[in-house]
């Protein structure tokens, strides 16, 4: 596709439940960026994916967060028993590297609502 | 670690008028400096960025911004405002973390254009 595209748009859920949200990145972009925007923190880095592996996990909030990326293409940031705090908007973005001066696009986001 | 600071939260301007939306970082060294705007239920999209070399950038839908170093300040501008502006735009930095240049954003500026 021309962007990055993300699944579910939206998703509710119940306190406890696990749940998986995906990220298709734009073709070709060996990069790949989580964040959640949430409105008392606004907008943090969660993980980042350079091909297949997570140099940088620095931003996840927890040890029930997860992601993974497989073919370096399509990535997976799971939840595991699930909080009213994670209710968010969780952004993807992928980019090619250049030493910080990339520009990265953005997904339209997940919106989480747990309940 | 750097910092973004943006100032006021939600700015008003009258069509025509002038639009200033303020952000400032904390930096080290010298940083990459990024302007994203999100539309209702939409992804960010980049408006423009500062990397090196000329400190005035120009970007999409008329908007530009200075580097001023000595003020560590990075302000959007817009000579003009259109309704189609009214958005919420954040500021950005890049930050290397580990092995990632992941965006520091600040908690963005909600901009409403009044006909």
């Known amino acids: 596709g021309a962007g990055v595209s993300q699944s579910p748009s939206n998703k509710v859920t119940e306190k406890g439940k696990d749940v998986e949200l995906r990220c298709d990145p734009i073709s070709g972009h060996t990069a790949l960026y989580w964040y959640r925007q949430s409105l008392g923190q606004g907008l943090e880095f969660l993980i980042y994916f350079q091909g297949n592996s997570a140099p940088d996990k620095s931003g996840l909030p927890s040890d029930r967060f997860s992601a993974e990326r497989t073919g370096g293409s399509v990535s997976t940031l799971t939840i595991q028993r699930t909080q009213q705090e994670d209710s968010a908007v969780y952004l993807c973005?992928?980019?090619?590297?250049?030493?910080?001066?990339?520009?990265?696009?953005f997904g339209p986001g997940t919106r989480l609502l747990v309940l | 670690a750097q910092s973004v600071t943006q100032l006021g939260s939600h700015v008003s301007v009258s069509e025509g008028a002038l639009v200033l939306l303020r952000c400032n970082y904390s930096s080290s060294v010298p940083p990459y400096l990024f302007w994203y705007v999100q539309y209702p239920n939409q992804g960010l999209q980049l408006l423009l960025k500062y990397t090196t070399g000329a400190t005035l950038v120009k970007g999409i839908n008329g908007f530009e911004a200075e580097f001023k170093k000595s003020e560590t300040s990075f302000h959007l501008t817009k000579p003009s405002a259109h309704m189609s502006d009214a958005a919420e735009y954040f500021c950005a930095v890049s930050e290397v973390g580990a092995g990632s240049y992941q965006l520091t954003f600040g908690k963005g500026t909600k901009l409403s254009v009044i006909p």
């Open positions: 973005a992928s980019t090619i590297p250049s030493a910080g001066q990339e520009t990265q696009y």
